[in-house]
């Protein structure tokens, strides 16, 4: 049922904006709620969208049938889609094929990476290779029939998938917007686009809705961003038909506000906000709770599908070698970290899994018994940087303990110290606990923390690093949360494209961990077996190599004022998908 819209929600978070509302370019948790509620990345209008049970289907609102599935000689597969003929952007202006389709033409195109953008877009598309590197201008697995017919092949090489409605789902964009008066074209060999399309054309265009869109089509469309007061309203789109149930949101405004963690709550007593989604930490968990004892507010409880960990960057400097990975893991004493920043609301994880995620669920106990847990050791964080080479002083003599600080190690005949550049942002209560925990066992093993507190936009720029020409920073303290299907093929993807935004974030250079992510990817989906035993050798092999070092995954608490009613507590089933069942009194 779908009632008229009415009232408005403010919601707090944590995350500081980035500002930047389209997909392609580096994003943070509060612009990617904003994001998927204005549908300018992958969810909404979806051919496949999430349903409230977690899993992907063909999307009836947006479809006038299913897909055309067709398994082609060559091993390829391809799916045809029909839409329905009454979808609308919110200006009013009809949704088509051509929008469809002109995702995978802009946002696999090189003239996107020109602009500093991510052209990843269909990469398990026939053809992918030769149009995203600029070999070939057609894209040869996608074709454009009529306004509302089009479809995709996938390659051979990406069958068959476990989640094959999801690998097929393509969602739209304002095609004509981002690339005004550039045709689609399609005589046979696949698509391909006009001339006139290159990236000064697309530049200033897409620059503009990056920042400010005016035309979307979700639940929602875009009002303002604030930067001063660090807040977002969008309103509702009346253009909107409504997810894949035909539901349609109920509250007329929402405003998405960055509230410090060491005042929230504050916030949600005094009315400042209406819900605090994800929260975690201890003390935080309890002061809430505190107001849910004193029948002010409300929650909803859930283990998240996601982690917070040390996240490396792997191409440059100490961070670039195991042994200095793993020896940080051994100086910091994991298990009293978790214990003191959760206050129990949370466990240890030792790779890149979260409690919340099926996959763990399933193979618990073999994961808890087969992973190494990094035990605080600073004689075992001493072994590996030995055993590696770190066993230098800074005039290229023995390493002395107790006369010498800091360890160096001869890398292709320079001396290289073992100095880690730590980036970290302001008020993070996982900052200050690792400041106080991490820097002197650190010294104790011969390495040096060197710490610097940016604003979290700065950090995630030199995360990405967009705009940055020189990295500086080894380590960030962040945290992740994971999508329904795991992207390790392409998190560790050592292509140019998929570095920083594209996926890469730790700018892993080696294609292991990215094989073993395709051949999980690939497995058929009735061997349920077969995928779990794949990826629990991928988690092995992450909590080897340690590209990001893993601190905790919660049990998250969303509190929220007792006028706000139907939210669904569900780390997957994230805060963009509830708020269309939401309503306020």
Wanted: charged fraction near 25%; hydrophobic fraction near 30%.
């Amino acid at each position: 049922t779908n009632n008229e819209p009415s009232g408005q929600i403010v919601i707090g978070n944590i995350t500081d904006f980035n500002g930047s509302f389209i997909e392609g370019w580096g994003t943070n948790g509060a612009d990617s709620i904003i994001r998927d509620l204005l549908g300018t990345r992958p969810n909404f209008y979806g051919t496949a969208e999430m349903s409230t049970s977690g899993e992907y289907v063909y999307n009836p609102t947006v479809l006038a049938n299913d897909p055309e599935i067709t398994d082609n000689e060559d091993g390829s597969k391809t799916f045809k889609f029909t839409l329905q003929q009454d979808l609308a952007w919110s200006d009013g202006s009809p949704i088509t094929a051509k929008d469809y389709v002109g995702n995978l033409m802009i946002f696999a195109s090189p003239e996107l990476a020109e602009n500093e953008g991510s052209n990843t877009s269909g990469t398990t598309i026939v053809g992918n290779v030769d149009y995203s590197s600029g070999d070939k201008k057609e894209f040869a697995g996608v074709h454009l029939f009529d306004d509302y017919t089009f479809s995709i092949d996938i390659d051979s090489e990406y069958m068959p998938t476990y989640y094959e409605a999801l690998s097929a789902a393509i969602t739209p964009v304002p095609f004509s917007v981002y690339a005004p008066g550039v045709e689609i074209k399609d005589d046979g060999n696949g698509c391909y686009l006009s001339d006139n399309y290159t990236a000064e054309l697309i530049k200033e265009p897409m620059e503009s809705e990056r920042f400010n869109p005016t035309v979307t089509c979700g639940p929602y469309k875009f009002v303002s961003y604030d930067a001063t007061n660090k807040e977002v309203t969008i309103e509702i789109n009346d253009k909107f038909k409504g997810n894949y149930e035909g539901k349609k949101p109920e509250i007329q405004k929402v405003i998405l506000k960055y509230v410090q963690d060491a005042t929230m709550m504050n916030e949600l007593e005094s009315g400042n906000v209406d819900m605090l989604v994800g929260t975690s930490g201890g003390s935080t968990v309890n002061s809430g709770l505190d107001l849910v004892d004193q029948g002010k507010v409300e929650y909803a409880s859930y283990l998240r599908n996601g982690y917070g960990m040390l996240a490396f960057h792997t191409d440059f400097g100490p961070t670039q070698f195991k042994s200095v990975r793993q020896a940080i893991a051994y100086c910091l004493d994991r298990t009293t970290f978790c214990s003191q920043y959760t206050g129990g609301f949370g466990a240890l994880v030792h790779a890149e899994y979260g409690l919340g995620q099926w996959m763990y669920q399933e193979r618990k106990d073999q994961i808890e018994s087969e992973l190494n847990p990094y035990s605080y050791s600073i004689d075992k964080a001493k072994e590996v940087l030995e055993a590696d080479g770190w066993n230098l002083n800074e005039k290229g003599e023995p390493f002395v303990e107790g006369t010498d600080k800091v360890r160096y190690k001869d890398v292709d005949g320079k001396l290289m110290a073992c100095e880690i550049q730590w980036a970290n942002s302001e008020g993070n209560p996982v900052s200050a606990l690792l400041s106080t925990m991490l820097p002197e066992a650190m010294e104790s093993a011969g390495m040096k923390l060197v710490a610097t507190t940016v604003d979290f936009p700065t950090l995630l720029n030199n995360y990405y690093r967009e705009g940055i020409d020189e990295p500086k920073f080894n380590m960030y303290n962040l945290a992740n949360g994971f999508t329904a299907s795991p992207q390790i093929q392409y998190s560790y993807n050592p292509d140019k494209k998929y570095l920083g935004a594209g996926g890469n974030t730790n700018f892993w250079m080696d294609d292991k961990i990215s094989k073993m992510g395709f051949d999980l990817d690939k497995t058929d989906v009735s061997d349920k077996e077969g995928y779990l035993d794949k990826w629990v050798a991928c988690m092995k092999e992450l909590n080897e190599e340690l590209p990001n070092l893993p601190l905790y995954s919660d049990e998250y608490h969303t509190f929220f004022n007792p006028k706000v009613k139907g939210y669904i507590g569900d780390d997957m089933f994230s805060i963009h998908y509830s708020l269309v069942y939401m309503s306020v009194e």
